[in-house]
């Protein structure tokens, strides 16, 4: 059986990255089935459903960790006498690290995977699980967005606005703020060009 491919839809916030994985999905999904999940963690979308910034859903199952897509699928391989063709991920960044081997177990039975992510975290590190997963990718699609601050249009860095230390805080406008190098560690005038 040939591998699945896998698909990774990362970036910045409010870069679209949800409504790129959801793009896929409309274009690739055609006449396929295409089954999404959503981290508990992500009390920002719509319970069971991946939302982009502008309103549109899909239907997705909610998660605690990455085992519970393994085992949806283990004992769901086909819905309704048809086989998975396509898995959407969203919000891979908050899953555990065992995502990895969820999504090598999905692509070794021909599944294609297609993950949605934010590739740094609030105080500009990496997020371990996507770099991981864009290793094994076929394709990687980096999004970014405008800088709040000066405009510009490389905005890698989300800035935090509320005081929380933890690592995963679900938030959507108002909770972070895209910000391009400059801005994010307040040198200069900012990445305009
Ligand atoms: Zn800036």
Known sequence: MPQGRL??????????????????????GYGKLVKAFVPKADTRSEAGAITTHSGVTFPAVEVETSHDIYEFLRYLPEIAGRKVDIVLIDEAHMFDGDLINVVLHLLERGIDVVCGGLTIDFEGNPFEVVTHLMAFADQIEVYRAT???????????????????????PGGEGVYEPQCYQCFHEIGDGETR
């Open 7 to 28: 698909v990774l839809y990362v970036g910045t916030m409010f870069g679209g990255k949800s409504h790129a994985l959801l793009f896929h999905a409309g274009i690739h």
């Open 147 to 169: 800088c709040k601050r000066c405009g510009g249009a490389r905005a890698k860095y989300h800035k935090r606005l509320i005081e929380d230390d933890r690592r995963i805080v």
